[in-house]
């Protein structure tokens, strides 16, 4: 999976609690982002982050948050206040764009994240 | 926003035969790329083809892209079982950097 890595595979929680998904890349790509998955469905823009100490709110930014405190690091904090939290969370990185349009994106294995 | 269109939602052929998916995008583009994704794994790329590009080839994958209708195809030829998997198209978006993906087709090649 490119050198991506999230963990934990599966993450079960509770309703009300808060929960953070890793996601680590040792590909020195500057931008990262998290999706979010539902069956049957493509995939859901929740966050991005161009460079270090700096993310844009996806279309469905509501109830997560991220940090991106270090390059290789960019995780995604599921809260309470996320009405429907139980998905397959996908993060996601790639080179600068350098204004050419977009460059493939590279992808973990995913969290499958399941709140009862 | 899901931007990206994928026809039809589910195909299932036989192994050898050929495979022809559809994606539909609504605004203009840079770049049209496809990804492929098993069962509850994470996306892998496939191709990326430019706004200013018609075809393009890697091995079994022909990618063509026409802007005026905009819409792309990705044909799988001589497919094997090892080809099952969902399919995405994804667009760029006015950021440069995030991707608005299809709901993606779903292929299924019996041996």
């Known amino acids: 999976d490119g050198g991506i890595t999230q963990s934990p595979k599966y993450l079960f929680r509770k309703e009300g609690q808060n929960v953070t998904l890793s996601c680590e890349q040792n590909?020195?790509?500057?931008?990262m982002y998290w999706y979010r998955q539902d069956p049957g469905q493509g995939l859901r823009l929740i966050y991005y982050?161009?460079?270090?100490?700096?993310?844009q709110k996806g279309d469905i930014a509501e109830g997560y948050s991220v940090s991106r405190e270090k390059k290789e690091s960019f995780p995604l904090t599921v809260t309470s206040a996320q009405k429907n939290p139980t998905a397959f969370y996908l993060c996601?990185?790639?080179?600068?764009?350098?204004?050419?349009?977009?460059?493939?994106?590279?992808f973990g294995p995913g969290t499958r994240l399941t709140v009862t | 926003s899901q931007q990206g269109e994928e026809d039809p939602q589910a195909l299932s052929i036989q192994e050898g035969e050929n495979a022809t998916m559809n994606c539909s995008y609504k605004?203009?583009?840079?770049?049209l790329q496809w990804y492929r994704q098993n069962s509850g794994r994470g996306l892998v790329h496939l191709i990326l083809?430019?706004?200013?590009?018609r075809e393009k080839h890697s091995g079994r994958l022909r990618v063509t892209l026409d802007t005026s209708k905009k819409s792309s195809s990705l044909l799988i030829t001589a497919s094997r079982a090892a080809d099952t998997a969902s399919y995405f198209c994804?667009?760029?978006?006015?950021?440069?950097?995030?991707?608005?993906f299809g709901k993606g087709t779903s292929l299924l090649v019996t041996p």
């Open positions: 605004t203009s583009i840079n770049n």
């Open positions: 083809i430019r706004s200013n590009e």
């Open positions: 996601a990185s790639s080179p600068p764009t350098g204004g050419g349009g977009s460059y493939e994106q590279y």
């Open positions: 590909l020195n790509h500057d931008a």
């Open positions: 994804a667009t760029d978006t006015r950021s440069g950097y995030a991707l608005n």
């Open positions: 982050s161009q460079i270090v100490n700096d993310f």
